[in-house]
T-cell receptor, first 110, second 114 residues
Framework: RKEVEQDPGPFNVPEGATVAFNCTYSNSASQSFFWYRQDCRKEPKLLMSVYSSGNEDGRFTAQLNRASQYISLLIRDSKLSDSATYLCAVNADYGQNFVFGPGTRLSVLP | DTGVSQDPRHKITKRGQNVTFRCDPISEHNRLYWYRQTLGQGPEFLTYFQNEAQLEKSRLLSDRFSAERPKGSFSTLEIQRTEQGDSAMYLC????????????FGQGTRLTVV
């Protein structure tokens, strides 16, 4: 089993839709969790850190479920500009090796 | 620009040649990471430095790969005797010592081995 798994998609959704991605991790000692956005042939950019209590940033909401070992990302009112690959990242100790999932590709259609 | 900087952005080399990439992290970040990414995959961890100390190396890092961070600032990644399978995007990231440790990436060096 891979350390971090994601559904590769693609998720094709119309503008304005709500879409959710999950990411599961195998290491129960994982301490910190992140969502990154990556545009085609560009570097990953930090979208949000994921806190135990969950957190929201505008149209984006991240949740952590330690018992089931997954994190989720919810995007409300999708925009065309949200089209990208969304990577989750997990590390077992603050500042140590980040393990990335393979990414989930999202296409928001007009 | 105060972000992570990588040089060169693109490198085409012939099989068997050596290549070296440079990464300049965000100035106050003492942690530096190297990752490799191929099409359709997430970044794969290669190695990690805290200041000048190389604390972790992936099994992916064969003896043809070496990384240094001599003064705890910029880092170099060298690949000796390149193979076609080394063709990938090589990404550098840095993170601060405090907080939850978010990593910030440079724009990457795209290596093509022909």
């Amino acid at each position: 089993r891979k350390e971090v798994e994601q559904d590769p998609g693609p998720f094709n959704v119309p503008e304005g839709a709500t879409v959710a991605f999950n990411c599961t991790y195998s290491n129960s000692a994982s301490q910190s969790f992140f969502w990154y956005r990556q545009d085609c042939r560009k570097e990953p950019k930090l979208l949000m850190s994921v806190y135990s209590s969950g957190n929201e940033d505008g149209r984006f909401t991240a949740q952590l479920n330690r018992a089931s070992q997954y994190i989720s990302l919810l995007i409300r009112d999708s925009k065309l500009s949200d089209s990208a690959t969304y990577l989750c990242a997990v590390n077992a100790d603050y500042g140590q090796n980040f393990v990335f999932g393979p990414g989930t590709r999202l296409s928001v259609l007009p | 620009d105060t972000g992570v900087s990588q040089d060169p952005r693109h490198k085409i080399t012939k099989r068997g040649q050596n290549v070296t990439f440079r990464c300049d992290p965000i100035s106050e970040h003492n942690r530096l990471y190297w990752y490799r990414q191929t099409l359709g995959q997430g970044p794969e961890f290669l190695t990690y430095f805290q200041n000048e100390a190389q604390l972790e190396k992936s099994r992916l890092l064969s003896d043809r790969f070496s990384a240094e961070r001599p003064k705890g600032s910029f880092s170099t990644l060298e690949i000796q005797r390149t193979e076609q399978g080394d063709s990938a995007m090589y990404l550098c990231a840095s993170s601060p010592s405090g907080g939850v440790g978010e990593a910030f990436f440079g724009q990457g060096t795209r290596l093509t081995v022909v």
